[in-house]
């Protein structure tokens, strides 16, 4: 049996490049939140608002097909 369930899918841990753009968005949201906070507010808000508007729509597409 493979050891990865999902072909395709990446590998656990991920490889140095994985880490650096992993490291790069970090340092770009904290540098973000420390230059404009409120702007960063804004987003994270408006992001929650659009995530919680498509599990509506799911919930009510799967309720409706049910």
Excluded: C
Aim: net charge positive; aromatic share 8%; no cysteine.
């Amino acid at each position: 049996m493979a050891k990865n369930a999902i072909p395709g899918a990446p590998k656990a841990g991920g490889g140095p490049i994985s880490k650096l753009i992993g490291a790069l968005f970090l340092f770009a949201a904290l540098a973000t939140v420390i230059q404009s906070p409120v702007a960063a507010a804004h987003f994270v808000t408006s992001v929650a608002a659009g995530v919680g508007s498509a599990g509506e729509s799911l919930l009510t597409f799967f309720g409706e097909v049910s």
